[in-house]
């Protein structure tokens, strides 16, 4: 690729990711320090970009500068989000996937393809002993904060402030058209890490265990009820005019792991969780590509649903209900 063509396929890359309610013109000025006059030259390819002008703006826009020199190394670059007790809490964390979540829907265009292994984390929130329950395990469990030490569950655990946080994500992804790709061993972590703090005796009561487990339930049932119509919304919200696209399959072929594919307008980024609540993403052309065709793929050997397959989709989702069902008879 040549200097003039990698240029303009650096802009036409930014040109994509921007909302359509910014100006290029403005948001390269401001990345490089410069005047409105020379971000215009340098868009136009009039004026050469220097290296470090490149490096700020595909650091700005989490770009490769292998891909936009057209490096035959066959290297991928991805960007790591990784939660830290001091540096990058689990709030900050949050509020992280909230941003992200509303500049998704800020596209004309934009789709989520989902993957999942787990139940995915948007589905956790909707209902408070579940929420409460989840953050007291990431916190004990997954990130060792010393807070959570010598401490068993306890539902006042999760402050006001997360609780919100948590549910604002939930609800932002609600505005985000979706496509997610289950099995029944999608529920499985969940309760093994019940069991698992039951075991510990990490509960104070058989009446706590229940209360996170009818929490876990009522989700199952509100997930399915989302594939019924298939629209999202909320717990309690009115589904009137409610036409948010929800896509369900229900996939016997592999046992997925957690990757999620975003698409918006002509641009496609891939995300792959890793140690729990950690992503990696990129925006690699070639690789978001493969992958959007390995969903596909997966998708046409997976059984819809949504909207349609009722008989079908009834016997998916008592698969999972039985699971909990089974457990709360045993409490």
């Known amino acids: 690729m040549t200097t003039a063509n990698s240029q303009d396929f650096l802009f036409q890359r930014i040109k994509e990711m921007l909302p359509q309610d910014l100006s290029m013109v403005d948001v390269v000025s401001e990345i490089l320090h410069v005047s409105s006059d020379s971000a215009y030259r340098r868009i136009r390819g009039e004026t050469p970009l220097v290296l470090e002008e490149a490096r700020l703006l595909c650091d700005h826009f989490k770009l490769s500068v292998d891909q936009l020199l057209n490096s035959t190394s066959g290297t991928i670059l991805f960007q790591n989000i990784r939660i830290h007790n001091k540096e990058y809490s689990y709030q900050k964390y949050l509020s992280g996937l909230i941003g992200l979540a509303h500049h998704i829907n800020s596209f004309f265009q934009k789709e ?60 932002a992804y609600t505005l985000i058209p979706s496509t997610e790709i289950w099995n029944t061993e999608c529920i499985n972590s969940n309760i093994s890490q019940i069991e698992f703090y039951k075991e510990s005796g990490l509960f104070s009561s058989a009446a706590d265990i ?9 989700t199952i049932l509100h997930l399915k009820a989302q594939a019924e119509f298939g ?3 909320m717990p309690g919200e009115n589904i009137e005019g409610k036409k948010v696209p929800f896509r369900f399959f229900y996939n016997r072929v592999v046992l997925g792991d957690n990757t999620i594919l975003v698409i918006t307008d002509h641009m496609r980024s891939v995300y792959l969780n890793y140690d729990v609540l950690n992503y990696i993403y990129t925006r690699d052309e070639e690789f978001c590509g493969q992958v959007n065709e390995d969903l596909q793929n997966l998708m046409r050997k997976a059984t819809l649903i949504s909207e349609s397959s009722e008989k079908q989709r009834n016997i998916f989702f008592n698969i999972l209900l039985f699971k909990i069902q089974d457990r709360k008879r045993n409490l």
């Open 210 to 218: 229940r209360q996170v487990y009818n929490a876990l339930e009522e």
């Open 112 to 171: 989520v393809i989902y993957l999942t292994k787990d139940i995915p984390l948007f589905h956790n929130f909707y209902y408070s002993p579940l929420i409460a329950f989840r953050y007291f395990f990431w916190m004990k469990s997954i990130l060792q904060h010393p807070d959570f030490t010598n401490k068993g569950f306890d539902f006042n655990c999760v402050s006001p402030e997360i609780e919100q946080q948590s549910r604002e994500f939930t609800k």
């Open 231 to 233: 629209y999202k919304f």
